[in-house]
């Protein structure tokens, strides 16, 4: 009974989000259409002269979580046999995955369903609470006066240098998650690219983003001149997905019940493990990735997109991340068979389904299969608390008609998410302080946060408005939450 119940509950819920995410279907306006390649593609070439630097981040922990940190593992393995030295590959990780109590293979992660272990040697630089956004802007800025806590390591880099920056983890309009402090916002982080820009200590610099809405952390912010070319796993307002679900095609080994990779990451990194780096570029890449991550099903797929100078794509991957001994010989064969649908799974739905499988394969009346349940009934909870808040935030301060229109209304290609990034951040926190943390999930309100300060709202109205709709909402979920842990 409790397991069919749950069982429905889940469904509902993915059926609920599904429906929510579909508002946008109408709107949707991929800006790559007024991008152009560059008139004509000088060809591949390898500039790398200088010293390559990287810089990984997986902004999340928990084991519902595993693959962000799987993904990142992954991409070390890839620097760290293409020549780049340890001293040169700083990690930001929260490492609580390789050795948590439901890692089915201790000491081990794997980041797909036959993949070897991706965590053997990496390096430790910033860990656990030592995984913030101050770190990593510190990190960037080669400033170690700055840092707190951590190895130590910063990209201590020169004018010939060429630096790749990798982040994975849940993201929403205008910022990408950090584990357990504040979160990286696009603002900031465009601040610091400038900065080091300016500071220059770089040749070119190679961004990919893996995360929801992550094209907003660029989109009408990056500006050409940089030299800087960024690739994102999707558009300003889309989901990305995650792959090597359990339950789905295909699934990782049985005793996984968590998802092991990022449809967007292990697309570049898969063809980075198979192809000759020397001569496939940076274009060629976005070009796969983007065909793999769109899958059939437009409900299923994310648009990879790109922003920044163009035309460095023009560069061969080697630039950044070195060679494929294995692959020196390797040409390009592309596959555009096209992939199962079926295999992808919508970031944001990733914890509930791991909750779900863990559940379901506990051993009836056991303390997991209890504590599996709580999670699940927590996180369901929170969903509807955030999701029915909002959208009362949203009518008591624009009428009942007007407050769903402003509240899902997206700007135009190439417009920034905010013109006031301070009352974005204001509004963010008037509202956590009457209704709770936005956390994981409730990011995904970003965009309608985002859009009441474009319409003028006050920071009292907003306080008030809170105020009312959380009431008696958020001490119930208080209670759900703390009772029995
Ligand atoms: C490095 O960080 C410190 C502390 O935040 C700051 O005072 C200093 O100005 C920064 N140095 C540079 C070169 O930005
Ligand atoms: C991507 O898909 C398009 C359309 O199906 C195809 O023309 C193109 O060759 C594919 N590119 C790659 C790199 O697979
Ligand atoms: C690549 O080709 C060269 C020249 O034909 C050969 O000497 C080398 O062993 C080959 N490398 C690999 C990894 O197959």
């Not at 006050?458 to 209670?479: H, V």
Request: aromatic share 8%; net charge negative.
């Amino acid at each position: 009974m409790m397991v069919r119940c749950t069982a429905a509950l889940f469904l509902l819920a993915l059926s609920i989000l599904s429906v929510a995410d579909g508002r946008h279907d109408f709107l949707k306006l991929p800006s790559e259409g007024r991008r152009l390649f560059g008139s004509s593609p000088v060809g591949a070439y390898d500039d790398s002269a200088g010293t390559k630097w990287a810089v990984l981040v997986a902004g999340s922990n928990g084991y519902e979580n595993y693959r962000h940190q799987a993904d990142v593992c992954h991409a070390y393995q890839i620097l760290k046999r293409g020549g780049l030295k340890d001293e040169n590959i700083i990690v930001f990780m929260y490492d609580d995955i390789a050795n948590n109590v439901e890692n089915p293979r201790p000491g081990v992660i794997i980041n797909s369903p036959h993949g070897e272990d991706v965590y053997k040697g990496v390096p430790k630089d910033y860990v656990g609470e030592d995984v913030t956004a101050h770190n990593f802007f510190a990190v960037l800025l080669g400033n170690k006066t700055a840092l707190k806590g951590g190895s130590g390591k910063v990209v201590d880099s020169g004018p010939n240098d060429h630096i790749f920056i990798y982040y994975a983890d849940h993201g929403a309009a205008g910022l990408l998650g950090m584990p357990t402090s504040r979160e990286i916002y696009a603002d900031e982080l465009i601040n610091v690219l400038k900065k080091k820009h300016a500071s220059g200590t770089y040749k070119s610099l190679v961004f990919y983003v893996e995360a929801c809405e992550s094209g907003s952390m660029f989109e009408g912010l990056l500006p050409e001149g940089l030299n800087i070319y960024a690739t994102t796993a999707s558009n300003s307002e889309e989901s990305s997905y995650a792959i090597y679900c359990p339950g789905y095609d295909p699934s990782p080994p049985p005793a996984y019940d968590t998802c092991l990779g990022d449809t967007y990451s292990v697309s570049w990194m898969e063809d980075s493990d198979s192809h000759n780096l020397q001569t496939e570029t940076l274009k060629q890449q976005y070009q796969l990735v983007k065909n793999r991550t769109a899958s059939q099903d437009p409900d299923l797929s994310s648009h990879v997109m790109q922003y920044g100078d163009l035309k460095l794509s023009a560069e061969t991957l080697s630039v950044y991340m070195g060679t494929h001994p294995n692959k020196d010989n390797h040409t390009i064969v592309y596959d555009n068979s096209p992939r199962p649908s079926s295999g992808v799974i919508n970031q944001r739905d990733a914890d509930v389904l791991h909750f779900w499988h863990k559940f379901r394969g506990a051993p009836q009346g056991s303390a997991k299969k209890f504590e599996a349940q709580k999670q699940l009934a927590v996180a369901m909870a929170q969903r509807t608390h955030v999701d029915s808040s909002i959208q009362l935030i949203g009518k008591l301060i624009f009428g009942t008609d007007k407050g769903p229109q402003v509240l899902n209304s997206v700007r135009p290609a190439g417009q920034a998410l905010v013109d006031d990034w301070d009352c974005l951040k204001s509004m963010v926190r008037t509202f956590e302080t009457h209704c709770g943390s936005l956390s994981q999930y409730g990011m995904r309100h970003m965009r309608s946060i985002a859009n009441i300060c474009n319409a003028g709202v006050k920071k009292e109205q907003m306080g008030e408005a809170s105020a009312q709709a959380c009431a008696t909402s958020l001490p119930f979920l208080g209670a759900l939450s703390t009772a029995g842990s």
